[in-house]
């Protein structure tokens, strides 16, 4: 084939666009209404927790997640919202591409026994590092129209 239909970089904007957009779904599907005034999603990670294999998830949990359920609940769906804004647009990408890592890792060892979730946060977070290693914010970009990270 004499033509690619996209470069590299590209695609790698494309893998980033794809990453925010998959955070931004994330974010819109939570009942944030359950989350903010019950905090239905942090009661159901309270569960996984206390029945979790490794005591220093359970203990972790108890001591930063369990005494402020309501604060938790906020930081996890706006993180989601950051997190799908800043990589679908490419703005401050490489903190968002690192904060998203961390998330899908938290989410990984909080879910451990739950391999149906995995495929998920194992590919968001291949995703992450493939982004991070590669710099997908050079093209398409809010932060190469900025001149940032280059």
């Not at 159901?44 to 998830?57: D, E, I, N, S």
């Not at 609940?73 to 679908?88: F, P, R, S």
């Not at 968001?124 to 710099?135: D, E, K, N, R």
């Amino acid at each position: 084939m004499d033509t690619i239909w996209l470069t590299g970089a590209e695609w790698l904007a494309v893998l980033r666009i794809g990453l925010g957009l998959w955070w931004l779904e994330s974010w819109r599907h939570k009942d944030k209404k359950a989350w903010f005034e019950r905090g239905s999603g942090i009661e159901w990670a309270t569960g996984v927790a206390t029945r979790h294999r490794w005591p220093a998830v359970r203990r972790g949990f108890d001591l930063v997640v369990a005494p402020r359920p309501r604060l938790m609940a906020y930081v996890v769906v706006y993180a989601e919202l950051a997190l799908g804004l800043g990589l679908a647009v490419g703005f401050l990408t490489p903190i968002a591409l690192v904060g998203g890592l961390l998330l899908n890792v938290l989410y990984f060892i909080l879910m451990i026994h739950d391999w149906a979730e995995q495929g998920q946060n194992s590919m968001m977070a291949l995703i992450s590092v493939v982004g991070l290693f590669a710099m997908s914010w050079q093209t398409w970009s809010v932060d190469n129209a900025l001149g940032l990270f280059q």
